[in-house]
Nanobody, 125 residues
Framework: QVQLVESGGGLVQPGGSLRLSCVAS????????MGWYRQAPGKERGLVAF???????NYADSVKGRFTISRDNAKNTVYLQMNSLKPEDTAVYYC???????????????????WGQGTQVTVSS
């Protein structure tokens, strides 16, 4: 069973910083793209940033220059460093990853998209 677990959310003042982490665990053969999405109350879930297995990163225009996504492939972990936070960054942040599972007998399964449970980020004075 593969799962993603996020941590690092919380309450921060405008202009502050937070670092989110997401660890993938379970029977994993490989992890392709990993990313972060967010959903604010009354809004649809949207992409914040994603990073390929090779380290190429892409960002939503609203966070460019303020957020940095990175990953540690040895630890199956993706990070989101969030600086200069604004009230409009308030949302539940979800980790996302495309993972190929390792099956019994050493075989590989299909690649599925997995989601974490979400972590709340609140930016308020």
């Amino acid at each position: 069973q593969v799962q993603l677990v996020e941590s690092g959310g919380g309450l921060v003042q405008p202009g502050g910083s937070l670092r989110l982490s997401c660890v993938a665990s379970g029977s994993i053969f490989s992890i392709n793209a990993m990313g972060w999405y967010r959903q604010a109350p009354g809004k649809e879930r949207g992409l914040v940033a994603f990073i390929t297995s090779g380290g190429s990163a892409n960002y939503a225009d609203s966070v460019k220059g303020r957020f940095t996504i990175s990953r540690d492939n040895a630890k199956n972990t993706v990070y989101l460093q969030m600086n200069s936070l604004k009230p409009e960054d308030t949302a539940v942040y979800y980790c996302n990853a495309h993972i190929t599972a390792l099956l019994v007998g050493g075989k590989t399964g299909p690649t599925y998209e997995y989601w974490g449970q979400g972590t709340q980020v609140t930016v308020s004075s």
